[in-house]
């Protein structure tokens, strides 16, 4: 069935607004200005200010539903559904989660490329499937175990990957890249715990998607903001590039930014592509399909990909081609993108399980909740 101009429109903004959010936090890493008091220049290596900039991104989303239902509620047959009553509290437990994840994300960004940052995002496909079974007592069917040995096939490729091309890289030092990586890889676990506490305490309130961002996005937002003062006291030496050596100098980020306006718009990018890509997403997902989400996230990793060799943050390493087409094919059988092919086929189709599409369509629906995505 042909699509029609409006989710034409809808898989346009997410693929575009996805892409945009690494390739904004990427571009703000890459700049190197003076901070505060004449010190020297130095990356603009403010990974949770940066955070806290992509939970505003989340928060907007709360307004955006509210300015929704105020519109729905004017019409003469009002048709959105609002949700029912819930405990904000409830998104608290998900809301750390997504706030620890997306930090040491940013930080991961930091030491190595963004191509490599979006494909080992796909390790959430492992810890989600792991956790669902432990705690939600899913049944995993044959291709999506197949799939999650797949993915690990993949991380290990393009993990080789960044091995050899760190070796080679004088901007980058081989350790930086293997922690980065390493890094993701943690965070990916917290993420699929937020994922499996969305699934089990919050999605079974009737929660309205944007309703459900917006919230998370507040308390991420709010308590990230709160820490970053503790943070400009809390040393960590080499490990932070800001001339204090502390965990987070957000008065140095705003010394660089006074010092390079750019770093604003690329800070905007961000803001503004996490709201509107976690409003296609939830809208491809419900228009369309969760699998055409799926699809869609992973064609944003080649425009990612793509636009850094463009404009020259990486080069190219063909091992990263054979990765991302390895994690493809693992996220293709877990998701279930095989069986309208083995259908067709009818020695295979007796492998294909009995697990309902619905209850697949839900988990990666939900699987694809939570940010950032985030960058």
Known sequence: MAWTKYQLMLAAMMLVTG???????????????????????????HPFLQAVGMFLGELSCLAVFYILL??????????????????????LPPAV??????????????????????????AVIIFTGLLSVAFLNRRLIASQWIGIFVTILGLVVVGLADFTSGKKDDTRKLS???????????????????????????????VHPLRAVG????????????????????????FSNNPR????????????????????????????SIAFFNFAGISVTKEISATTRMVLDSLRTVIIWVVSLAVGWEQFHGLQV????????????????????MAKIPFCARFQGEDSDSERERLLANSEGAVNDAS
């Not at 890249?177 to 969305?198: N, S, W």
């Not at 937002?221 to 006291?233: A, D, N, R």
């Open 19 to 45: 892409s945009i959010n690494t390739l904004s936090a990427k571009w703000a890493d890459n700049f190197s200005v003076p901070g505060c008091h004449g010190s020297e220049e130095h990356t603009f290596s």
């Open 70 to 91: 105020c519109h729905d509620r004017q019409a003469p047959e009002p048709r959105m559904n609002p949700g029912q009553k819930f405990n904000p509290f409830l998104f």
């Open 97 to 122: 989660c997504d706030m620890t994840a997306t930090s040491i994300m940013y930080v991961a960004l930091n030491m190595t490329s963004a191509s490599s940052f979006q494909m080992l995002r796909g």
């Open 176 to 206: 930086d890249v293997i922690t980065g990586d390493l890094l993701i890889i943690m965070a990916q676990i917290i993420a699929a715990v937020q994922m499996v506490l969305e699934e089990k305490f919050v999605y079974k309130h009737d």
């Open 215 to 238: 919230t998370e996005g507040f308390f991420g937002f709010l308590i990230l903001s709160l820490l970053l003062i503790p943070m400009f006291y809390i040393p960590v030496g080499n």
């Open 245 to 272: 050596h502390v965990l987070e100098d957000a008065l140095d980020a705003f010394c660089q930014i006074g010092n390079q306006p750019m770093i604003v718009l690329a800070l905007l990018g961000n803001i503004v």
């Open 322 to 341: 054979l990765g991302f087409i390895i994690l493809l094919a693992g996220a293709a059988l877990y998701n279930g993108l095989h069986r309208p092919l």
